[in-house]
């Protein structure tokens, strides 16, 4: 992850960790980030290019991906 990580923040890419993400949204093109809000709602992030979920086997954005796994 570390290599990864160098990486991307040599090439520009704006890196955000210590936020906790409760959903995503697949769209063409673009990955919208959502938060939990303490009174259940919820504030988007913004749109990204990509989302590497790095978190483990049972993180519940991994539930959410439209690929096989």
Do not use: C, K, Y
Not at 41 to 54: M, N, Y
Request: proline residues 1%.
């Amino acid at each position: 992850m570390t290599a990864l990580l160098n990486a991307a923040q040599r090439a520009g890419v704006q890196v955000e960790t210590g936020v906790a993400v409760s959903r995503f949204e697949q769209a063409s093109g673009h990955v919208r980030l959502l938060q939990e809000q303490a009174d259940g709602s919820e504030q988007p992030l913004g749109d990204f290019a990509a989302l590497i979920l790095a978190g483990s086997t049972r993180s519940i954005l991994r539930g959410q991906m439209q690929v096989r796994q």
